[in-house]
């Protein structure tokens, strides 16, 4: 890095930031420097602020390779704010302004260009790149290159190409998930064998770690219902299918009583958009959606995040878990965990991943497929997909992974798809050797998912501290100390200080009793059949547990209300169940200490409320992280430079700003300048209702923020702000 340049200087120039947050310093100098470099730095933290700031140091033209549309135009608009000049180039932008734009970058207007990664795939593109100095190449979101990772783009296999094509100096990879496998497979992709790696905590302290034990949907549904009511603010509900998220939806609204929307691919783009922008806005307070709902969302004040259904991986679940509170202040991380989401999660890596014959078939229906020119002269092969699935017959998700894999292996050639989603490419000749080489690579990767749902399933099982499995996952040998660290941890201090109450009922004792059964057995046993056993059932395949000391004891008992209290003792935390195709049932640590003392069971409790108290204390304080905000704004500081000082985001600062003039703490006149504040004012007039914001937003300039507008809404109506008279109490607290 030239000696010359004074980058705190620089930050405070182009983004009036008064200091970096960690890492994004060492960051910057490694690619100022000329190294290439991998940055692993969790989500809110500033990725996107190195390599921006990097651009602008740097002489040349940076090109920025990112997955996300909608985080794209977000991230040139802030740019342009700041009078950066940036674009973004992808399949949303229509064919005459992408030839604008391609045109003004071979002009050397723009410092920051933004593509998304089939833009490699285009000749158009890439021809325009030959007249342009590119000085600088980021790989955002980098993990999407890795089969190892959770999210593999087959598209940015092309990137390595690009950069020894290009002889492109410089390149910088983000991500914010990456075990050392992947960030050893990103290393290998990109050929960054000399690589800079900064490797910034995975440990979330203010978010709780919980897993709730389900057996049945009807326990989930119960279960959520319960959560919901007694929890207060913003949150997202993750299911597996587009299905049980609509459902999930309706449940909530019209059960529960809490406006939710769903969210899936299955939707129409404008209808995705609109649900988006109102959570976003902070005018739905929640969404119930697929993985869909994932890169680009950052809302700060999210209080939750409840997985329904078990994802995949870890690094999966991890990442969408960590949408949770953002703005720093106690949040929840929620699992459900139920055996039947593992045996289908098992059942789709069994079926989803193409036989050598099948990937024959693929590769053979693509050669078949009618010759057509294209303009850079290559022959390339075009079909829709349900022309692929129909005459292979094979199911949809298998052809993708068929074709990924024939990408990957270079037996194919993708081009960016033509309107209405026909697939382009260009076949090559695939011999038997490179067949039996592809399909080794399929088993290869079916077995390592297959890997990455048992991590994902031991962390749902484990009795151990769940924040320290997370980071053993992830590698990082940093501290896992947390306020409320997990359920069980927060189970393990109960026991130490609770003195156990005998008990005395006769439904305490028959608690007492289905724990001692499953206790005795020398083998697991599922749910059922521990119910036949307890209620004494004479079939035959029962005959073999009579000698069981328990064997019949709740014979007065009718079956389905033993198997509702074996229900009641895993939703409560005494029971889990382990397995997939065939669960069985086993005693939990918080179950064995009931069983050792003899202690009574009250069936109505679920995990943590014992905790209640500690989380509110926890809020409490966590207050007074909003009046520093407070503080650090009447000392002169503008939002901007109080989340730098903080390594917070801006929205989050906002948000404790918005939460302080309700409380009467601070005046609007401090935060939003009086210029703006009458624009907001007469869209509000103009618009007639505070009860949305998207609608005063579309009356406003770009240049006016959400922010901004909840301000002025706060100053309004402070007591719209449903969290307002909570952090009331803790404006008691005295500033940290």
Known sequence: MPASIDLKAALARHFSFP???????????????????????????????????????????????????????????????????????????????????????????????????????????????????????????????????HNFRPDYLHIAELRRHFKIPVILALTATATQKVQDDIVDLLKLSQAKRLITGFNRPNLSLEVFSTPNERAKLR????????????????????????????????????????????????????????????????????????MGIDRPDVRFVLHYSVPGSLEAYYQEAGRAGRDGLPARAILLYAPPDVALHEYFLENDHPTARELKWVHQFVMDCEDSSRSDGRVQKAFFWDELTGATGIPGVKAKVALEQLEAAHALTRFPNQPGNMICVQAHDLDAPALKKITAQVETFRRHKQAMLLRMVDYALTSECRRQSILDYFGDTGSAQAPICCDNCLAQEQEQKTSFRKASSQFEKAALIVLQTIADLSFGLGRRKIALILNGSKAKAVARFTAVRTYGRLAHLRLKDIEALIDQLQVTGYLKATGSKRPFLVLTPIGKSALKAGAAIPIDLRPLQEGAFRREKAAQQAGATVLQSGAMLKNGLTPEQIAAERGLTVNTIYSHLSLLIAA??????????????????????????LERLAPIKERLPESISYNQIRCVVAAREPRRQASAPRISIALQADPV
């Open 19 to 149: 200091g970096f947050r960690p890492g994004q310093q060492q960051a910057l100098e490694y690619a100022l420097a000329g190294h290439d470099t991998l940055v692993v730095m969790p989500t809110g933290h500033g990725k996107s602020l190195i390599y921006q700031l990097a651009a602008l140091l740097r002489p040349g033209t940076t090109l920025v390779i990112s997955p996300l549309i909608s985080l794209m135009k977000d991230q040139v608009d802030s740019l342009a704010q700041r009078d950066i000049p940036a674009t973004l180039i992808n399949s949303s932008i229509p064919s005459a302004q992408q030839s604008q734009r391609l045109r003004a970058m071979m002009q050397g207007f723009f410092k920051i260009v933004l593509v998304s990664p089939e833009r490699l795939r285009s000749q158009t593109f890439l021809s325009a790149l030959r007249h342009v100095s590119i000085d600088m190449l980021v790989v955002d979101e980098a993990h999407c290159l890795s089969q190892w990772g």
């Open 223 to 294: 279960l959520l219902n319960d959560f919901l009511i007694d929890t207060k603010g913003a949150g997202i509900v993750y299911a597996g299918t587009r299905r049980d998220v609509e459902e999930i939806a309706e449940f909530i609204s019209q059960v529960v009583g809490i406006p939710a929307r769903p969210y899936h691919a299955g939707m129409e783009a404008d209808e995705r958009y609109h649900v988006q922008e109102a959570f976003m806005a902070g005018d739905l307070p929640l969404v119930v959606a697929t993985n869909a709902f994932g």
């Open 664 to 689: 009467g703490e601070i005046h609007l006149d401090a935060v939003v300048p009086e210029a703006i504040q009458r624009q907001i004012q007469a869209a509000i007039e103009a618009v007639g209702t």
